[in-house]
C-alpha cells in the first residue's frame, strides 16, 4: 500500500429512526439509518492509526482521477460542444488536488489514453496539468461510441495505482450504438466496486437509462447538461466533490437473527438507489452493501426486514446496522466505524403499533416518487397518455406533499398542474426535450426529511 502520513480521518455516526412496535401477529419492520461522516482532514475528525492506508484522498497523493471525454463525431454537432468538452476537461484539471494520480481518455468506439499516455498516470502538479491540457487542445471528434471500452480502460488506468479512492468522470453525448447493451453490463459487473464514476449526458441526443445505469452501476452520480456552455461548471463542482472523498469502500453491514428475512435495502437520500441485489455475504448472518466513497456529508437508507411472528409482549432484536471499512492490508478484521440498532416489540396498543415513523413515510414518499415519474415518462413515450396523466400527477402530489420543490418544478415542464395536492394534472401538448430528459435523469434524488 501507498504510504500516507497519519491525518485527521472522518468520524461516523449511525442513527436508526423506526417505529418499533408491532400488532399481534406483525412481521414487517422498517427503518431509515442516516450515516454520517464529518470531520475528515479537519479537526473534527480522530486519529485512525492502524487505518491510515485507508485514508489521505484529502492530500490528493491517495487518490486517482480518469476523465473519459466522448470525441465521437456527434460532438462536432454543434462544433462549439467539442470545445466546450476541451474547457470543461481543462476546468476539472485545475480543480485537481496536487499529487491525485489522473489520465484523460478520449472515448470514439475505441478508447485512447490521450494523457499522459501509455497506460500510465500523471501526478497533478502545475507542470502536469499544463501538459494535459495542451494534450487536450488536439482532440477532435469522429468516431463511434462504445462506452464499455472507455470505462475498461478507466479500470486498467486506475487499478494500476495504488491508492484508496479511485475515480472516473466521464462525459457522453450520445447513444452507445458501437457495442450491444450486453457488453456495457458486462463490463460494469466486472469492475463494480472497483471505482466510483460520475456519468454526464451533453445535449439532448443520449440516452438516460445508459447514463443512469453507469452511475447506479459505480456508485456516482448522474445527470444532463443541456447547455453544453454550462460543461466547465458542472465538471469543477464534479472534480471538487471527488476530491472532498477520504475514505474509499465502506461497505453497510446488515446483521439478522436466524429467522428474520431482508426485504430490501435502499438509498433513499441523496438520491433513491436500490442496493439489494448488490449484497456480498460477509458470514452466515451478515451481508454487506457497497455505499462506494465517502467525504463530509449525510446519506439516508431505508432497511425493511420481515421477523418470525411472536406475542404480545415480546421484543426482539431484528437487524444491526453497522459501517465497515474494510483492512486496508486485505488481511484481518474489517474495522467497524459505527452501528445502530433495529428493534421489533409487539404490543397490544393499537396507537403504538400503527403509527407511522415519520422519517419512514417520507422516503417511503419519495422512492415512490421516482418510480411514478419513471412510470409516467414511459406511459408517455409509448402513447398511454391517460395512464401518463395519472401517473405523472401521483408524482405532482408526492412531490407537493413532501417539499421536493426541485422535482415539483420539472414536473411543471412536462404538465399543468391544476391541483398539486389531489394531483390532478393535464399533459403539456408540447414539452421540450431537454425538460423531459432533465425530469427523467433528475427523477432519484430527493429532499431529507425535516427532523
Known amino acids: 500500500m501507498a504510504n500516507f502520513s497519519k491525518s485527521q480521518v472522518p468520524q461516523f455516526s449511525v442513527e436508526v429512526y423506526q417505529n418499533e412496535f408491532l400488532p399481534e401477529g406483525g412481521r414487517e419492520v422498517n427503518a431509515i439509518v442516516t450515516v454520517t461522516s464529518t470531520g475528515g482532514g479537519t479537526t473534527g475528525g480522530i486519529p485512525l492509526a492502524d487505518a491510515a492506508?485507508?485514508?489521505?484522498?484529502g492530500q490528493g497523493a491517495g487518490a486517482a482521477v480518469v476523465l473519459m471525454v466522448d470525441c465521437s463525431g456527434s460532438m462536432d454537432y454543434p462544433p462549439t460542444k467539442m470545445r466546450n468538452a476541451r474547457d470543461a476537461t481543462a476546468a476539472a484539471i485545475d480543480t485537481l488536488r496536487e499529487g491525485t494520480r489522473f489520465a484523460v481518455v478520449a472515448g470514439t468506439h475505441v478508447a485512447k489514453d490521450v494523457y499522459p499516455g501509455n497506460g500510465r498516470?500523471?501526478?497533478?502538479?502545475?507542470?502536469?496539468?499544463?501538459?494535459?491540457?495542451?494534450?487536450?487542445?488536439?482532440?477532435?471528434a469522429g468516431g463511434g461510441t462504445a462506452i464499455g471500452t472507455w470505462?475498461?480502460?478507466?479500470?486498467?488506468?486506475?487499478?494500476?495505482?495504488?491508492?484508496?479512492i479511485r475515480h472516473g468522470i466521464l462525459l457522453t453525448d450520445g447513444?452507445?450504438?458501437?457495442?450491444?447493451?450486453?457488453?456495457?453490463?458486462?463490463?460494469?459487473?466486472?469492475f463494480a466496486g472497483r471505482f466510483t464514476c460520475d456519468a454526464r449526458g451533453v445535449g439532448t441526443d443520449w440516452e438516460v437509462k445508459e447514463v443512469t445505469g453507469i452511475a447506479a452501476a459505480l456508485l456516482g452520480t448522474a445527470d444532463i447538461v443541456a447547455d453544453p456552455s454550462d460543461l466547465a461548471a458542472d465538471f469543477t463542482r464534479m472534480m471538487g466533490n471527488a476530491m472532498g472523498k477520504e475514505v474509499a469502500d465502506v461497505a453497510l453491514r446488515l446483521w439478522t437473527p436466524v429467522g428474520v428475512e431482508i426485504r430490501f435495502v435502499k438509498q433513499v437520500a441523496p438520491t433513491v438507489a436500490?442496493?439489494?441485489?448488490?449484497?456480498?455475504?460477509?458470514?452466515?448472518r451478515a451481508g454487506d452493501y457497497p455505499t462506494g466513497s465517502w467525504g463530509d456529508e449525510s446519506r439516508d437508507y431505508h432497511v425493511c426486514v420481515l421477523v418470525p411472528e411472536a406475542g404480545i409482549g415480546q421484543e426482539m432484536l431484528a437487524a444491526r446496522v453497522s459501517?465497515?471499512?474494510?483492512?486496508?492490508?486485505?488481511?484481518?478484521t474489517p474495522q467497524t466505524l459505527s452501528q445502530g440498532l433495529v428493534r421489533a416489540v409487539w404490543t397490544d396498543d393499537m396507537a403504538a403499533s400503527t403509527s407511522i415513523n415519520p422519517q419512514v413515510a417520507h422516503y417511503?414518499?419519495?422512492?415512490?416518487?421516482?418510480?411514478?415519474i419513471q412510470q409516467g415518462l414511459d406511459a408517455r413515450k409509448s402513447g398511454d397518455f391517460d395512464?401518463?396523466?395519472?401517473?405523472?400527477?401521483?408524482?405532482?402530489?408526492?412531490?407537493?406533499?413532501?417539499?421536493?420543490?426541485?422535482?415539483?418544478?420539472?414536473?411543471?415542464?412536462?404538465?399543468?398542474?391544476?391541483?398539486?395536492?389531489?394531483?390532478?394534472?393535464?399533459?403539456?401538448?408540447?414539452?421540450?426535450?431537454?425538460?423531459?430528459?432533465?425530469?427523467?435523469?433528475?427523477?432519484?434524488?430527493?429532499?431529507r426529511v425535516k427532523k
Open 387 to 447: 395512464g401518463a396523466t395519472a401517473k405523472l400527477g401521483r408524482a405532482v402530489q408526492l412531490a407537493s406533499a413532501s417539499g421536493n420543490q426541485d422535482t415539483a418544478k420539472l414536473l411543471s415542464k412536462v404538465v399543468d398542474v391544476v391541483d398539486a395536492a389531489t394531483g390532478t394534472v393535464r399533459l403539456k401538448a408540447k414539452v421540450a426535450e431537454a425538460d423531459e430528459m432533465t425530469l427523467e435523469t433528475r427523477s432519484t434524488k430527493t429532499v
Open 364 to 372: 417511503t414518499g419519495q422512492a415512490e416518487l421516482a418510480h411514478v
Open 121 to 140: 498516470l500523471a501526478v497533478a502538479d502545475a507542470q502536469t496539468k499544463a501538459q494535459a491540457k495542451e494534450a487536450l487542445r488536439k482532440l477532435s
Open 53 to 57: 492506508p485507508a485514508y489521505g484522498a
Open 323 to 332: 459501517l465497515i471499512l474494510p483492512d486496508p492490508a486485505g488481511a484481518g
Open 175 to 190: 447513444r452507445n450504438e458501437h457495442e450491444s447493451p450486453e457488453d456495457l453490463r458486462a463490463a460494469l459487473d466486472s
Open 151 to 164: 470505462l475498461r480502460l478507466a479500470d486498467r488506468l486506475l487499478n494500476s495505482a495504488d491508492v484508496s
Open 274 to 284: 436500490d442496493l439489494t441485489a448488490r449484497r456480498t455475504e460477509a458470514n452466515a
